[in-house]
């Protein structure tokens, strides 16, 4: 069984920075994608950056060069590190597993979630 687990989320003030983890048991990192999606109140769950198992990262533009992908497949841990944050991710961040790696950024694509950890940025 496939168990995903969040954290490392708070509150920062504009410009700061956090570092999101998703501990995976269960899950063979060695096989198909994990990435992070995000959901603000009253939006849509939006995919925002991939790693498949060579470790080739995708990100969408929003975060691009503020946020960076990284595993420690030994300990099955998926980092995020988010740099420059704004109030506009302000979101709960979830972390997801799937054994196919296609369309990555897209929720549907995923069939393993987490519970989601809050990110809240101020101004």
């Known amino acids: 069984q496939v168990q995903l687990v969040e954290s490392g989320g708070g509150s920062v003030q504009a410009g700061g920075s956090l570092r999101l983890s998703c501990a995976a048991s269960g899950y063979d990192f060695s096989s198909g994608c994990m990435a992070w999606f995000r959901q603000a109140p009253g939006k849509g769950r939006e995919g925002f950056a991939a790693i498949d198992k060579y470790g080739d990262t995708r990100y969408a533009d929003p975060v691009k060069g503020r946020f960076t992908l990284s595993a420690d497949s030994a300990n099955n841990i998926l980092y995020l590190q988010m740099n420059s944050l704004e109030s506009e991710d302000t979101a709960m961040y979830y972390c997801?597993?799937?054994?196919?790696?296609?369309?990555?950024?897209?929720?549907?694509?995923?069939?393993?979630w987490g519970q989601g950890t809050q990110v809240t940025v101020s101004s």
């Open positions: 997801a597993a799937d054994t196919w790696c296609v369309r990555r950024l897209d929720p549907g694509s995923f069939a393993f």
